[in-house]
């Protein structure tokens, strides 16, 4: 499944890091997070370098419908319901500097941006009062926000809140122009290495275990989606989600506007421009919990279908799929990995907005770093005593990871050998007391640990994008074991399979 925007993106391969380097600051991630903040200190003088597990934009951000947006579905009624209005202030405030500081750099940089209006809409009747709430808390932000009771649109809407003059673009685009500025200042790009964590060194600097050696830095910045290190507990403060994106080629007219729907599933849609100046239509949604359904395939086709009914001469182009991080406290999380100390600073929790989210989370570690920080910051802080009214949702998204990883091992003690799973296909089954992952994928039976080496959950199959997904922290991993996303920083072991196999009959 690749994105729409790296199928054909002309990003240039970066080296491998070399090691025994020093730097003032890392940044781990090459996504907006981190290309941005890595931007802001080159541009101060600090000595910074990038480190990236795979390619620039490879992450969540080179899979994002890249809307860049104040209003982000009905994210102001969450934060107010469990902040109040002023978080939602603060948190308005945050992604405005980060939506100018966008449009300005693109603007300098030729980046191309499209400057067109944001709707949270109802799909039933029901849904208008989540888009009346919606409209209330912007509005109380001081977003000059307006209700639309009918829309001219050829999909199921009763309603919605809009906004004007929200931007859209190309995030690899993006990327593309930020990484070459960023070597311009004479920061160094480091792809296809993996950080596996982060221990105590001489004169002050820590170092960094990557797959290629070590790197020594005075700060490091983890902009990784979720932090890979478990200092801090946020991979349980954090829920790891999986959404499907399709692209189509349409000959009928498509809509000008961002669109996301205000319940479930959700429906996210929007216009990309083509090169021969016939349109693209993208739409987005049906999200799951990582690793937590068997019909992973089948709601990536479900969001065709809704797709083809809606716009009869749609043809799909490309599918994917993206990774986001939903807060337990609502509010991002951007600042130091543990309490008062400052050496290493984490950005995680967009909840799929991470667009002005990202950049404003880079304006926060810059802040903190040169002591000079936003004045919406304590907002986005990493720690911050808010977070106590949210130990309710804390503690009910544990429960269930505790549920996963119970049954996922009590589900892997009662299967044995069986046939050779058919190609596509993959399922955990027991070998002695092992929990094994076996699957086929373009002709080959593959064997691995279905034990996810992070915190021991039981890997399940995902039909959508043949890879191993684990249900407790959202860690997923190709058909061959080999590590796709965290906060897991090992692949899952592969097996040498000592026992016949029972070929298919």
């Known amino acids: 499944m690749t994105s729409l925007w790296l199928n054909d993106a002309e990003v240039p391969a970066r080296l491998r890091l070399t090691p025994g380097l020093h730097f003032d600051t890392v940044v781990v991630g090459g996504g907006l997070t981190g290309l941005v903040t890595a931007l802001l200190l080159a541009e101060s003088g600090v000595e910074v370098a990038v480190v990236e597990s795979k390619r620039i934009g490879a992450g969540t951000t080179g899979a994002s419908t890249a809307k860049i947006s104040l209003l982000q579905g009905i994210r102001a009624q969450q934060i107010r319901g469990r902040h109040g209005d002023r978080a939602v202030t603060d948190y308005v405030a945050a992604n405005r500097e980060g939506l100018q500081w966008l449009l300005h750099y693109c603007a300098e940089h030729a980046v191309a941006v499209q400057r067109v209006p944001a709707l949270t809409y109802a799909q039933t009747e029901s849904e208008m009062s989540a888009v009346r709430a919606e409209y209330e808390a912007t509005r109380a932000a001081g ?20 906004l004007e003059d929200q931007a859209q673009l190309d995030p690899m685009a993006l990327l593309a122009t930020l990484a070459a500025d960023i070597e311009s200042h004479a920061a160094p790009i480091f792809e296809s290495t993996l950080a596996k964590g982060v221990r105590g060194g001489d004169k002050d600097e820590l170092t960094i275990e990557t797959e290629h050696g070590d790197l020594h830095a005075r700060t490091i910045v983890l902009a990784t989606g979720t932090p890979i290190l478990d200092r801090g507990g946020f991979f349980a403060r954090l829920t790891a989600e999986r959404s499907y994106l399709s692209a189509f080629t349409v000959s009928e007219p498509i809509p000008h506007e961002m669109f996301i729907s205000a319940g479930q599933p959700t429906r996210s849609l929007r216009y990309v421009p083509g090169p021969d100046g016939a349109d693209l239509l993208l739409v987005g949604g049906n999200g799951h919990v990582v690793g ?15 797709t083809l009914g809606c716009f009869p001469t749609a043809e ?21 990995l543990l309490p008062r100390q400052n050496r290493i600073l984490v950005a995680t929790g967009y909840a799929k907005w991470g667009m002005a989210n990202g950049v404003a989370a880079a304006l926060a570690i810059v802040g903190h770093i040169n002591g000079k920080p936003p004045r919406w910051s304590d907002a986005f802080a990493s720690w911050r005593a808010s977070e106590l009214k949210s130990l309710p949702a804390a503690t009910l998204a544990n429960t269930a990871v505790g549920h996963q990883l119970s049954t996922g091992w009590l589900h892997s003690l009662g299967t044995g050998h069986g046939e050779v799973p058919a190609e596509g296909c993959g399922r955990v089954e027991r070998h002695g007391l092992r929990p094994t992952a076996v699957c086929t994928v373009d002709g080959a039976t593959t064997e691995v640990s279905a034990v996810c080496p992070h915190l021991y959950g039981i890997v399940r199959w995902n039909d959508a994008e043949r890879s191993w997904d684990c249900p407790l922290h959202g860690s997923r991993f190709a058909a061959d074991g080999t590590l796709l996303e965290g906060p897991a920083t090992e692949s899952l072991t592969p097996i040498a399979e000592p026992y016949p196999r029972v070929l298919p009959r």
């Open 143 to 162: 977003l000059p926000t307006t209700l639309v009771e009918e829309l001219d649109v050829p999909f199921p809407a009763h309603g919605a809140v809009r």
């Open 292 to 306: 937590r359904t068997n019909a992973a395939g089948r709601r990536a086709a479900e969001l065709i279908d809704w």
């Open 316 to 336: 799909p182009l490309l599918s994917w799929s993206a990774q986001d991080y939903h807060p337990v406290d609502e509010l991002p999380y951007v600042g130091p």
